[in-house]
C-alpha cells in the first residue's frame, strides 16, 4: 500500500494503488470506505491474481462489514487477450465471494460499447449474477446505486470519487 499525505477533507479517502511505480500499471485500484474501485488500463493476466488478492485483502481488513466494488473500464482500454478474457470471467465468482454487489462502468459511445456492455450482461445472465452484478454506461449511472448500498449522501460518494479522478462532476 503507497501511503500519501492527505488534507484533512481527503483523509477519509485511503489510497490504493496496486502496482509500483516502476511498471507499467494495467489498472489502479482504490479503497473507499466499504468500496474497491479498480480503474483498468491495459489488463494483463497477472493483474487478475492481483485483483483477486487486493479484493481478498480488503475484505480480510474488513471481517464484519459487507464490501461492494466498482470498476471502470475506459473508452481507451486496451481490450485483454483472449486467455486475460477467460481469466477475468472466471475471476468474477472469486471476487463475488468478497463483494457483495459489483458495478462495471463500460465507458464509451457509440456501437462498439453497446456490443461490450449487450455481451457483458449476456454473460451475468448466463452465469447467474443477476443482481450481484450491474452494467453501467458511465460512473455517474452507477453513483445513485453505490451511494444506496454505502448508505452515502450521493454527493458525498461523488466528491470522493472526484478527489481519486474517478468521476466528473
Known sequence: MQHVRRTPAEKRVVFNQSHGTN??????????????????????????????????????????KTIFGLAIIGAD???PDSETRTAMGKSMSLLLESLETMHVVIEGQGFRHSILRSAMA???????????VVIHRSVEE???GLATELEL?????????????????
Open 122 to 132: 449476456g454473460v451475468i445472465l448466463i452465469g447467474g449474477k443477476r443482481g450481484r
Open 77 to 79: 482500454t486496451t481490450p
Open 23 to 64: 511498471t507499467a500499471p494495467g489498472f489502479d485500484s482504490y479503497t473507499l470506505r466499504s468500496l474497491y474501485v479498480i480503474r483498468w488500463r491495459t489488463p494483463t493476466l497477472p493483474d487478475v491474481s492481483h485483483v483477486e488478492r487486493d479484493v481478498a485483502t480488503f475484505k480480510a481488513t474488513r471481517p464484519k
Open 142 to 144: 452507477a453513483l445513485p
Open 153 to 169: 449522501p450521493l454527493p458525498q460518494l461523488a466528491g470522493d470519487l472526484d478527489r481519486l479522478r474517478l468521476h466528473a462532476s
